[in-house]
């Protein structure tokens, strides 16, 4: 039963996916030209729709900034007129708009700044995609077909009168042959409304098919676990067959690679949320992946891939797994050289549920599980501190920036290295497993979408012409030399690779003298327990930690 509850609840969580599960709005932390700046985009659930945008900046000397949308089928040539965002009243740095996101698939919003420091533009990927229907109130409905009733018998009723008794002059009493033709034009009357009711109703049944048929529906999976050559091997599987919408923007065909993997794959075993590993499966065919599963403690796993195409679309697709009890021979002579990508970890810490006495696995780093405003130590005797955010508690709705202060062993400030391209990623959680999303200094969107958005803009077609596509074999292959050629290289060449063009807020930070600082930006989408699960890199070493958050109304 207890696993029944758990498949049925993941199953309901899928409704949620899209980029990122439960947390709907993107964030971005970067520099446009001079001007430093965070951008929250809040994306509406039905496309045509508008997204709100918030824009931070800390120079006080903008004058204007300007919201435009670009679409990845149309290009630069297809770009709309930019729309203004306006200064929020009280809030200095603070601009605030709204832009329409007309159609689905791969967008981008860019950001245009105007200060007395000269002009900067930056690009944010969005996915334009319907998660949801609106429905109508239904005391609304009933008045609306009671006018609308009304009408028609107003109607009927002009129309009989038109045919007949309009004919007849004044004084004149009106005769047998009078009556039968307002009879007459009253029965046309009510045909040709019938009839026009009819074609109506159709054509908005018509469109209302069309838009549950094309309303974005998340990828599902089916996820299995074997023994192979003395390991654990996890065997993920998309189902793409049925895909109605968006067959080319989300073609797995077209997976590209972010931050040098095709797929980031993240495990957090259920209830517990006391272990988590960070995979990058290999892939097989364009819907089948493996990974060899570390020395996880058996039970129940959420299962939740990134993956980024051609297009810029990008997506979570999640899925459960149950990992058994391991054959005592596999976890004898385990060790970390046996993990299927060099850039793999785990680690185990305490479980949210207090008072249990399961026993850990050794395995990974084995770290205490920390709260805001506390110190925890990791594996490697260093410290890592969440900050507490100035009120005292995180809020709902509100934008944070998560900042970890990191100190080696005697209290120093730390020396971090580049983990995939970044100087840190998280993965926050909610406890009951409704909120997932993967987190980087620079925000919550893929940099590979931006990317591809960026090389977009500088062709000069204003289309795609799918046709000079290469052939989905041909792509896939070139994409797997290219990875397999990135994780050929020395670990300082790959991150050296890995972080071109990325633009990262520096570890230097006058307000934090005493050590080195890595912040993500984020707003919590709900009210809960969170789980937030940080991974830096020091001395050619992953490093892991969790703290736990209680965000309020």
Known sequence: MKKLLFNVLLLGLTVLIQSHIGSPGVTLEGEAGPYALTVVVNSPDVIPGTASVDVYITDNTVQEVKLSCLYWFAGAEGTPRADMALPVPGEIGHFSGEIWLMSPGSASLKIEVTGERGNGEILLP????????KTMEASLGWTLAGLGLFLVILMITIIGLSSGDSLVKPGQVTSAKTKRKRWVGATVGFVLLSLILWGGNAWWNSWANDYQRYMYKPFTATSSVRVEDQKQVLKFEVDSVKLNQLYLTRSLNYLIPDHGKIMHMFLVRAGELDVFAHLHPQRLDSAHFETIIPPLPPGDYHVFTDVS????????????VTIPEPDPN?????NDSLLMDTDDTYYITDPVISGSTEVLMPGGDIVVCGSP????????SSFVTLEQAEEGEFKVGQLYHLTLAVQDETGEPATLAPYLGMMGHAVVFKEDGSVYIHLHPVGSYSMASQETMQA????????IDWNKLPKPSVFRDSIDQTIAALNSLPAQKRDSALLVGMNHPSLDDPDHPD??????????PTEGKYRIYVQMKRNGRILNGAFDVEVES
């Open 309 to 320: 195409r051609l297009s810029g679309f990008s997506e979570t697709i999640a899925d459960t």
């Open 330 to 334: 596999l976890t004898d002579n385990w």
């Open 126 to 133: 969005v996915m334009a995609v319907s998660t949801a229907q």
């Open 456 to 463: 977009r803009l500088t062709q000069e077609s204003g289309r």
């Open 515 to 524: 050590h080195s600082i890595v912040r993500f930006p984020y707003t919590f």
């Open 373 to 380: 405003g506390q110190r925890i130590m990791l594996a490697d």
